[in-house]
């Protein structure tokens, strides 16, 4: 079965930096697009980033492009997503989401999720 396994949260201040890191199993990793979510208290859950199956192409939220970069390495089964100049308004639970499609209905796979905390 679809397994995804975040890391790499924690407390931060503003400015700094963190890595998270999913790590996938139970399917064909390099066969799927990875995305990361995010959702703050309150909030409704936000698509962060999004990488293709070969790692071709990404798209990212406006609120944090040029600051976050999503890759994926297929020979280790992990996708990452590194977050520079962190603001307070990046605090929030990150999620790994992966997406099967079938006969037009939409499965949403997720991992557990890692809390993202930035100090102002």
């Known amino acids: 079965q679809v397994q995804l396994v975040e890391s790499g949260g924690g407390l931060v201040q503003s400015g700094g930096s963190l890595r998270l890191s999913c790590a996938a199993s139970g399917f064909t990793f390099s066969s799927y697009a990875m995305s990361w979510y995010r959702q703050a208290p309150g909030k409704e859950r936000e698509l962060v980033a999004d990488i293709t199956s070969a790692g071709g192409s990404t798209n990212y939220a406006d609120s944090v492009k040029g600051r976050f970069i999503i890759s994926r390495d297929n020979a280790k089964n992990m996708v990452y997503l590194q977050m520079n100049s962190l603001k307070s308004e990046d605090t929030a639970v990150y999620y790994c989401?992966?997406?099967?499609?079938?006969?037009?209905?939409?499965?949403?796979?997720w991992g557990q999720g890692t809390q993202v905390t930035v100090s102002s």
């Open positions: 989401n992966t997406v099967r499609r079938r006969v037009g209905i939409r499965y949403d796979y």
